[in-house]
T-cell receptor, first 113, second 114 residues
Framework: NAGVMQNPRHLVRRRGQEARLRCSPMKGHSHVYWYRQLPEEGLKFMVYLQKENIIDESGMPKERFSAEFPKEGPSILRIQQVVRGDSAAYFC???????????FGPGTRLLVL | SQQGEEDPQALSIQEGENATMNCSYKTSINNLQWYRQNSGRGLVHLILIRSNEREKHSGRLRVTLDTSKKSSSLLITASRAADTASYFCATANSMKTSYDKVIFGPGTSLSVIP
């Protein structure tokens, strides 16, 4: 059973470009979380999604950031018009409906030049 | 406000010694989890302890939970160089949400010196 997959692992963007981060949850998991981690800091919650639904997006910046988890395919975290402050590691985690434990992907490290 | 906060921020010990990390939190919880993160990698789940439990063991790991003091500790016995990593506690509660919302602390950086 493959773990949580994230791609790309590293992403370099120039200011103003768009960044699309993908997360494929573990097989059978319908709950997906996105977190952001700045260097030497803990994880900050961004958004919690179930298939086709956003459950909690209280950690998402109001502008430029969006997330989706379609019926088919991976969850996508999209950052439009990136700025240098968006540089961070973005982690996705998934869990099944019956479990409390979240399983994390390896993360996508975004660098905005 | 910060839900879980680890103490100390950084810890350096000799291989073979025990390492103890503490986590304090502010509101009631449904469960508390400990995760490990190696440098540049994702988080690995170590152990989950529910609010009605006081102690759990997993291999060389021992976790305690004191809900009256709103604190938890993670003990790693007979540490190894491979235990070098950052350790995070994460608390889950449903006080303001319809689900168990998990909040991570800032972490403790553990260095085990061979």
């Amino acid at each position: 059973n493959a773990g949580v997959m994230q791609n790309p692992r590293h992403l370099v963007r120039r200011r103003g470009q768009e960044a699309r981060l993908r997360c494929s949850p573990m097989k059978g998991h319908s709950h997906v979380y996105w977190y952001r981690q700045l260097p030497e800091e803990g994880l900050k919650f961004m958004v919690y999604l179930q298939k086709e639904n956003i459950i909690d997006e209280s950690g998402m910046p109001k502008e430029r950031f969006s997330a989706e988890f379609p019926k088919e395919g991976p969850s996508i975290l999209r950052i439009q018009q990136v700025v240098r402050g968006d540089s961070a590691a973005y982690f996705c985690a998934s869990r099944s409906g019956q479990q409390e434990t979240q399983y994390f992907g390896p993360g996508t490290r975004l660098l905005v030049l | 406000s910060q839900q879980g906060e680890e103490d100390p921020q950084a810890l350096s010990i000799q291989e073979g010694e025990n390492a103890t990390m503490n986590c304090s939190y502010k509101t009631s919880i449904n469960n508390l989890q400990w995760y490990r993160q190696n440098s540049g990698r994702g988080l690995v789940h170590l152990i989950l302890i529910r609010s009605n439990e006081r102690e759990k063991h997993s291999g060389r790991l021992r976790v305690t939970l004191d809900t009256s003091k709103k604190s938890s500790s993670l003990l790693i016995t007979a540490s190894r160089a491979a235990d070098t990593a950052s350790y995070f506690c994460a608390t889950a509660n449903s006080m303001k949400t319809s689900y168990d919302k998990v909040i991570f602390g800032p972490g403790t950086s553990l260095s085990v010196i061979p």
